[in-house]
């Protein structure tokens, strides 16, 4: 089906989530705004396949590769991606811990460390620059103890390991396989907030405890008084963030040390927006706030994506016209 009609087109590709891409369908779909939502059908993608969707908001391809294939065909086509599908595999937390430093936010002392273990095929021969044996004493000089050991790509708190000592940190570095991993310092904070970031620019700031089970980190945080100044600069910076990575979709964790707010987790491009996670207040400030975004992205209202062949594509179509 092509999106050539009147009514522009607003796919969901989910996981096993319901509460969230339920809600915004049908959110989306009881305005009067000419876009309507639905949540993609795909069976197989070919270089024909003609443009369906206005947007597609991707929930899920970080797991499923399949997904990633399909939606860089889809943003060729024209489709607005949320979040945009090659920046979104090409980061990862090392680098986005650099840009926050780069751009005046303060993070954590992170090291990024070499893998454990190598898929079959790299050999000693392969690892010739890499120098050896690691200096875990610097390395842990430099963090300090305790620190978290966690992959330098991905999320949902896999492989995420509080350390106290090196003895504990080279233990926990020999479950880690074949990923690449980072070591922070831990930040012992008075605060800890997370934002929740639609469209790069509407933030809300809400209290969040890492500290809690999955369903209670929102719902069961202490309710921090945040000086109004302090508020004001977690919003610019989680912001800045945001427009750095091109995310429209984002939460942003923020850890309060001495009055400091430093960047801990800013990139969680599919992030939970469960109610049973966000409690009915976040959720429904969620839902609408993405159904706003999808709607004027949908109606044409988008950023720059910079694609490196959209000038090209430009100039051909137009000789095509």
């Given at each position: 089906?092509?999106?050539?009609?009147?009514?522009?087109?607003?796919?969901?590709?989910?996981?096993?989530?319901?509460?969230?891409?339920?809600?915004?369908?049908?959110?989306?779909?009881?305005?009067?705004?000419?876009?309507?939502?639905?949540?993609?059908?795909?069976?197989?993608?070919?270089?024909?396949?003609?443009?369906?969707?206005?947007?597609?908001?991707?929930?899920?391809?970080?797991?499923?590769?399949?997904?990633?294939?399909?939606?860089?065909?889809?943003?060729?086509?024209?489709?607005?991606?949320?979040?945009?599908?090659?920046?979104?595999?090409?980061?990862?937390?090392?680098?986005?811990?650099?840009?926050?430093?780069?751009?005046?936010?303060?993070?954590?002392?992170?090291?990024?460390?070499?893998?454990?273990?190598?898929?079959?095929?790299?050999v000693a021969?392969?690892?010739?620059?890499?120098?050896?044996?690691v200096d875990?004493?610097?390395?842990?000089?430099?963090?300090?103890?305790?620190?978290?050991?966690?992959?330098?790509?991905?999320?949902?708190?896999?492989?995420?390991?509080?350390?106290?000592s090196i003895?504990?940190?080279?233990?926990?570095?020999?479950?880690?396989?074949?990923?690449?991993?980072?070591?922070?310092?831990?930040?012992?904070?008075?605060?800890?907030?997370?934002?929740?970031?639609?469209?790069?620019?509407?933030?809300?700031?809400?209290?969040?405890?890492?500290?809690?089970?999955?369903?209670?980190?929102?719902?069961?945080?202490?309710?921090?008084?945040?000086?109004?100044?302090?508020?004001?600069?977690?919003?610019?910076?989680?912001?800045?963030?945001?427009?750095?990575?091109?995310?429209?979709?984002?939460?942003?964790?923020?850890?309060?040390?001495?009055?400091?707010?430093?960047?801990?987790?800013?990139?969680?491009?599919?992030?939970?927006?469960?109610?049973?996670?966000?409690?009915?207040?976040?959720?429904?400030?969620?839902?609408?706030?993405?159904?706003?975004?999808?709607?004027?992205?949908?109606?044409?209202?988008?950023?720059?994506?910079?694609?490196?062949?959209?000038?090209?594509?430009?100039?051909?179509?137009?000789?095509?016209?």
């Amino acid at each position: 089906m092509s999106s050539n009609s009147s009514q522009r087109r607003v796919g969901l590709l989910v996981g096993r989530e319901r509460s969230f891409p339920d809600a915004l369908i049908a959110e989306i779909n009881t305005r009067n705004s000419g876009v309507s939502a639905e949540y993609v059908r795909i069976g197989h993608t070919s270089l024909d396949d003609e443009r369906r969707y206005d947007v597609i908001v991707d929930r899920i391809s970080h797991e499923v590769s399949y997904y990633q294939a399909f939606l860089k065909r889809a943003a060729l086509g024209g489709t607005h991606i949320v979040n945009n599908p090659f920046w979104r595999i090409a980061d990862d937390k090392f680098f986005g811990t650099c840009l926050a430093r780069e751009l005046g936010i303060a993070v954590p002392k992170t090291v990024a460390l070499p893998n454990k273990d190598y898929p079959e095929g790299i050999v000693a021969e392969s690892l010739g620059n890499l120098v050896y044996p690691v200096d875990w004493q610097a390395i842990a000089d430099y963090t300090g103890m305790p620190a978290f050991l966690k992959p330098h790509w991905g999320g949902g708190w896999k492989l995420v390991n509080r350390v106290d000592s090196i003895e504990e940190l080279l233990a926990r570095y020999d479950e880690s396989g074949a990923y690449c991993m980072i070591l922070q310092e831990e930040i012992s904070w008075s605060m800890y907030v997370r934002c929740i970031c639609i469209g790069q620019r509407e933030i809300l700031v809400v209290p969040w405890d890492p500290r809690k089970s999955h369903f209670e980190r929102y719902v069961g945080a202490m309710h921090w008084r945040l000086d109004s100044g302090l508020e004001r600069l977690i919003v610019e910076q989680a912001q800045l963030l945001n427009e750095a990575l091109g995310y429209d979709m984002n939460t942003v964790e923020f850890a309060v040390r001495d009055g400091v707010p430093y960047a801990i987790d800013f990139m969680n491009s599919a992030p939970d927006f469960d109610i049973t996670s966000l409690g009915e207040t976040y959720f429904t400030w969620t839902v609408n706030a993405m159904a706003d975004l999808a709607i004027a992205r949908a109606n044409g209202d988008r950023p720059r994506t910079n694609y490196r062949w959209d000038a090209l594509l430009a100039g051909v179509r137009a000789l095509r016209a």
